[in-house]
């Protein structure tokens, strides 16, 4: 049998397809809601005037409650002109999808919580009750956390923001309290030509430790840091770009130190819960009267057995004649500045939340978003605080996955 040769056909003719890309559903008109703070020390605003025009301009919906950026010389006129709405009723406010808050739930906000909805909040860990969070997982909220949203260097933008406003910050305090009219030492802090510098301890190397050296001595101040974590230590010298006298944290070494110190400031973080107190009370005792302890770590305890939380109105209190400056939240204090920061971090997060989708399909492109979230459409997605609380936890990877 003849095998006969393959033809080809001239009635086939080729076209050439169009190529069809992959369009992401845009979300068209978030409604983004601001409430007014009613939290302890809390001046901030979540998102400026500035921040409500572009994302106005970007065809969604700002919603804010009246007087909300009063603290932070924001004025409803100034939100009005940017295109927002301005509401009279706080549960007015709280019925947008979307709700973004410079400070954290609080007992008072859960009745307002909506089904579903998204809050964009800090934590604050150290006074977190199981009643909230209980509370909004019964909603079925997903909630992201300032204090741990992290951005595509994975580093915490927020928290790194608030810490150099925190660092920056103590040493114009500290230069107000060592004036004679706050019955400090009378002496200027960073001193002149011919008088020795002013000595200042700093127990941290934090970006708040960071911070607080660089403007000490930019003031001229003698400048001396403590912290056990050796590569800290390197990394602020390397930032700062000088030699510093570091030390670890030995307390007979940290006492010697504090006796003649005009400035002691507690900058020590923890990751899971209380500061540890490094700083005894027998070792304040032998401070120098007039000197001045400035304790940014109150609102995690504190670093000093002799720290009590004070308030912007009464931020000091003597004990052993040394002034004793611990007002949690010190960033509220320049709460202008604060806010721009906040606001240059949340507006281009929920600008591209809209821009893939939604923040279900933002989390499933942008990974280091994740670690922000410890609620997930209910379910509790951060470890440390199921152990605190004993509650459930659920892998927020697999909670993800199973949506796909």
């Given at each position: 049998m003849?095998?006969?040769?393959?033809?080809?056909?001239?009635?086939?003719?080729?076209?050439?397809?169009?190529?069809t890309l992959d369009i992401k559903p845009r979300i068209e008109g978030m409604m983004i809601g601001i409430p007014k703070e009613i939290a302890f020390q809390e001046n901030r605003v979540a998102l400026t005037p500035d921040a409500v025009s572009v994302l106005i301009s970007n065809g969604h919906e700002v919603m804010i409650e009246h007087n909300a950026g009063e603290a932070s010389h924001f004025s409803d006129k100034d939100y009005s002109e940017a295109g927002a709405k301005i509401v009279y009723s706080r549960a007015d406010v709280f019925k947008a999808p979307i709700l973004v808050k410079s400070a954290p739930v609080i007992e008072e906000d859960l009745p307002l919580l909506q089904l579903n909805q998204i809050i964009i909040s800090p934590i604050h860990q150290s006074v977190l009750k199981s009643s909230i969070l209980e509370g909004m997982m019964a909603k079925k909220v997903t909630a992201i956390s300032f204090e741990n949203l992290k951005d595509d260097s994975d580093s915490y933008p927020i928290v790194r923001g608030m810490s150099e406003i925190a660092g920056s910050a103590v040493?114009?305090?500290?230069?107000?309290?060592?004036?004679?009219?706050?019955?400090g030492k009378g002496v200027l802090l960073g001193g002149i030509s011919g008088i020795a510098p002013t000595k200042v301890i700093i127990i941290g190397a934090g970006i708040v430790g960071e911070y607080a050296a660089r403007a000490a001595l930019a003031l001229g101040a003698s400048v001396k840091v403590f912290d056990n974590n050796v590569y800290r230590l390197k990394r602020l010298q390397n930032n700062i770009g000088q030699r510093l006298w570091t030390s670890v944290i030995e307390p007979r070494m940290l006492a010697k130190q504090l006796k003649t110190?005009?400035?002691?400031?507690?900058?020590?973080?923890?990751?899971?819960?209380?500061?540890?107190?490094?700083?005894?009370?027998?070792?304040?005792?032998?401070?120098?009267?007039?000197?001045?302890?400035?304790?940014?770590?109150?609102?995690?305890?504190?670093?000093?057995?002799?720290?009590?939380?004070?308030?912007?109105?009464?931020?000091?209190?003597m004990k052993y004649g040394v002034i004793h400056y611990c007002v949690p939240n010190i960033p509220s204090g320049f709460a202008r500045t604060a806010s721009q920061a906040i606001s240059n971090v949340i507006m281009p997060l929920l600008l591209e939340a809209a821009e893939e989708g939604g923040f279900e399909k933002l989390v499933w492109h942008k990974l280091h978003l994740r670690s922000g979230i410890y609620i997930f459409k209910g379910a509790l997605t951060n470890f440390y605080l199921s152990q605190r609380f004993n509650l459930k936890y659920t892998d927020l990877n697999l909670l993800i996955a199973s949506q796909r």
């Amino acid at each position: 049998m003849s095998q006969q040769k393959p033809s080809i056909s001239t009635s086939f003719s080729y076209e050439t397809l169009e190529e069809t890309l992959d369009i992401k559903p845009r979300i068209e008109g978030m409604m983004i809601g601001i409430p007014k703070e009613i939290a302890f020390q809390e001046n901030r605003v979540a998102l400026t005037p500035d921040a409500v025009s572009v994302l106005i301009s970007n065809g969604h919906e700002v919603m804010i409650e009246h007087n909300a950026g009063e603290a932070s010389h924001f004025s409803d006129k100034d939100y009005s002109e940017a295109g927002a709405k301005i509401v009279y009723s706080r549960a007015d406010v709280f019925k947008a999808p979307i709700l973004v808050k410079s400070a954290p739930v609080i007992e008072e906000d859960l009745p307002l919580l909506q089904l579903n909805q998204i809050i964009i909040s800090p934590i604050h860990q150290s006074v977190l009750k199981s009643s909230i969070l209980e509370g909004m997982m019964a909603k079925k909220v997903t909630a992201i956390s300032f204090e741990n949203l992290k951005d595509d260097s994975d580093s915490y933008p927020i928290v790194r923001g608030m810490s150099e406003i925190a660092g920056s910050a103590v040493m114009l305090i500290a230069a107000q309290y060592l004036g004679s009219a706050n019955h400090g030492k009378g002496v200027l802090l960073g001193g002149i030509s011919g008088i020795a510098p002013t000595k200042v301890i700093i127990i941290g190397a934090g970006i708040v430790g960071e911070y607080a050296a660089r403007a000490a001595l930019a003031l001229g101040a003698s400048v001396k840091v403590f912290d056990n974590n050796v590569y800290r230590l390197k990394r602020l010298q390397n930032n700062i770009g000088q030699r510093l006298w570091t030390s670890v944290i030995e307390p007979r070494m940290l006492a010697k130190q504090l006796k003649t110190c005009e400035v002691a400031v507690g900058a020590l973080g923890s990751q899971t819960g209380r500061t540890p107190m490094v700083v005894t009370e027998e070792m304040v005792g032998n401070m120098r009267p007039g000197s001045v302890i400035i304790d940014v770590s109150i609102d995690r305890g504190g670093c000093f057995e002799t720290s009590e939380i004070t308030s912007h109105e009464h931020p000091i209190f003597m004990k052993y004649g040394v002034i004793h400056y611990c007002v949690p939240n010190i960033p509220s204090g320049f709460a202008r500045t604060a806010s721009q920061a906040i606001s240059n971090v949340i507006m281009p997060l929920l600008l591209e939340a809209a821009e893939e989708g939604g923040f279900e399909k933002l989390v499933w492109h942008k990974l280091h978003l994740r670690s922000g979230i410890y609620i997930f459409k209910g379910a509790l997605t951060n470890f440390y605080l199921s152990q605190r609380f004993n509650l459930k936890y659920t892998d927020l990877n697999l909670l993800i996955a199973s949506q796909r």
